[in-house]
């Protein structure tokens, strides 16, 4: 069974608001006009157990709004969504049990109070049993690290601290599926290393449903294994994450250490992105020419010290696939 | 397991007012200069208005003293609830498999009550002080759980308030509203029986007496009957805005979910 399965979904806000050619004091009195905005349309995939999906999209594209429809924040215009056997708009006291959800900007932690006491009380609002509860919380603070952390108020903690925290708030309960808006939002690179270990060391300890939105894209390589890209609220790609770089980019990246001071290369395909005394870097499109063929007229041309092929940085992926969208 | 919840967000609501006793010391410091400046103006009154009403300078000062404690003690916590419906954070609390209302009435509940634990002896002091020892008498059973509804009452009232930022975007005037009528309907420092009869009952069809001047009633030296009788009244108006606490936490998350 699926853990997610989403098809035709589609929601529109209507807005009003008044006639923009009417300034001035007369703005307040002019009759008001009805806007309609589609956030989402006809959204269709699924998610099976234990995937790790990034969603993500433009500012605007219609990611929260998916998440909260899928949370059961929010009812769709029409279409269907099945959250853990459960339709999470009509039976979201139900789903909740099975959800956890970190917003990064926005703490579910009681602020003036120390960080055990929230744990103590979401525990009774999920219903946990007292073993149960020691058992969970025990294993994430010593997962996440937190257990010095445990008498202090979220306000004293740093933004780090405070987002683990958070993620162990979200999962004392067992949620087979973990929905994480910005988790990393604000944090320095430590603390962004540190969480997206501790969620990988989750995800594969105990098969969690990660669903990822994030504009960070280290957050989306180092956690998740699928993408899916929307814009305008309608699916763009639904793939894995070397598909993505494969498809939309083929580049490769080949960074050469030489002997010789200035080395220069030219091949069909194959761009200098960097000249340096001994180095090289060079973009090369695979399809034009065969990543092996340009390795060996490297070495054949160039006394090799050391040589590494890396893939583009996904964030370059992403920049060409909008920059395509908005050339089309 | 929902009384084991509440009583969880009961005792966070408590250390909450704990983590911030300096503050609540400023409040206990206005709620003395308040009570000892009307007090004061209570000992002026002419001799002929208290033969009129019925009433000693003394009793009318413990009513003084009973309702700033309720008022004062009780809180304005609406700002909470406009706060997590403006900054979105009602999104996370909607989420939880129990009604969010019930968790802050809680919560509250527990913050206020060790904050009323707090000004209470404060607020006995003043009195004596200023009034000698309070009218006794077996009425005063009645006292604590009356408090209890009235804090309940006026509770669930602030987060209705709070909550109807939702639909006009800034709860401050109906707050001020809410204020203005625990005061004068309320009957917040003179007892109701200043006012005139048309007003007494306007007074009565609204809760506000239930909760401020039943508070202060005892002062004026309740019978056991007449205390038994303000909290039953005081309970019909615990359930009706109970109720209405209810139905609005559902009505706000209709209105964020359409």
Not at chain 1, 47 to 52: L, N, R, S, T, V
Not at chain 2, 203 to 216: K, L
Request: hydrophobic share 50%.
């Amino acid at each position: 069974m699926s853990m997610i399965e989403v098809a035709d979904l589609e929601r529109t806000f209507t807005r009003t608001k008044r006639d923009p050619a009417v300034t001035g004091w007369r703005r307040h009195f002019a009759a008001k006009v009805k806007e309609t905005h589609r956030a989402v349309a006809d959204l269709s995939f699924t998610i099976e157990a234990g995937e790790k999906v990034a969603f993500i999209g433009p500012n605007g594209a219609g990611k929260s709004t998916t998440l909260k429809m899928l949370c059961g924040i929010l009812h769709p215009t029409s279409g269907r969504a099945v959250v853990h056997g459960f339709v999470p708009w009509v039976e979201t006291r139900q789903l909740a049990y099975k959800l956890g959800i970190v917003f990064g900007q926005r703490s579910q932690l009681w602020q003036q109070v120390p960080v055990a006491d929230s744990f103590d009380l979401l525990a009774r609002i999920y219903r946990l049993e007292d073993g149960a509860y020691r058992d969970q919380r025990d294993r994430l603070v010593a997962m996440f690290d937190i257990a010095g952390l445990l008498r202090q108020t979220p306000r004293t903690l740093s933004l780090g601290q405070r987002m683990r925290c958070d993620i162990v708030a979200s999962l004392l309960h067992r949620p087979s599926i973990l929905f994480l808006d910005e988790p990393t939002i604000g944090l320095d690179v430590t603390a962004k290393a540190l969480l997206r270990d501790h969620l990988n060391a989750l995800a594969s300890r105990d098969n969690t449903t990660i669903i990822l939105t994030s504009h960070d894209t280290g957050d989306i390589e180092s956690i998740c294994d699928r993408v899916i890209l929307i814009d305008h609220g309608q699916k763009v790609i639904d793939g894995t994450l070397a598909q993505l770089k494969r498809d939309y980019l083929g580049r490769k990246t080949i960074r050469l250490a030489t002997a010789e001071p200035s080395p220069g290369f030219t091949m069909p395909g194959v761009e200098i992105v960097e000249q340096g005394p001994h180095t090289l870097l060079l973009s090369a499109d695979a399809k034009i020419t065969p990543l092996d063929k340009i390795i060996a007229a490297c070495l054949a041309q160039f006394q090799v010290t050391d040589l590494s092929v890396e893939d583009l940085p996904l964030e370059e992926v992403i920049k060409t696939i909008y920059a395509n969208r908005r050339a089309a | 397991m929902t009384a084991r919840t509440l009583a969880c967000a009961f005792r966070i609501g408590s250390r909450r007012t704990l983590a911030h006793l300096a503050a609540m010391l400023w409040v206990v410091g206005i709620f003395l200069a308040l009570t000892l400046s009307y007090g004061r103006m209570l000992h002026a009154l002419p001799d002929e208005t208290l033969a009129r009403i019925g009433y000693t300078r003394d009793q009318l000062v413990w009513y003084l003293v009973l309702t700033e404690t309720a008022i004062m003690g009780m809180g304005f916590q609406f700002r909470e609830t406009q706060e997590d419906i403006q900054s979105g954070r009602i999104n996370i609390a909607l989420l939880r498999p129990m009604p969010f209302w019930m968790l802050k009435l809680a919560e509250w509940t527990g913050q206020q009550c060790v904050f009323l634990c707090l000004l209470l002896p404060f607020s006995l002091a003043t009195g004596f002080a200023m009034a000698g020892v309070p009218p006794l008498s077996r009425a005063l059973a009645f006292l604590p759980p009356a408090c209890l509804i009235a804090l309940q009452t006026m509770l669930a009232i602030n987060l209705m308030i709070g909550a109807a930022s939702l639909w006009i975007g800034e709860s401050r005037p109906v707050a001020w509203l809410y204020q203005k009528f625990n005061f004068l309907l309320g009957g917040l420092l003179w007892p109701l029986a200043f006012y005139p009869v048309w007003l007494q009952h306007v007074a009565a069809a609204t809760p506000f007496p239930a909760i401020v001047a039943g508070i202060g009633g005892f002062g004026l030296g309740k019978t056991t009957g007449g205390a038994a009788f303000d909290f039953g009244v005081q309970l019909v108006w615990l359930t009706v805005v109970l109720t209405l606490a209810a139905l609005i936490g559902e009505a706000v998350r209709r209105k964020i979910s359409r």
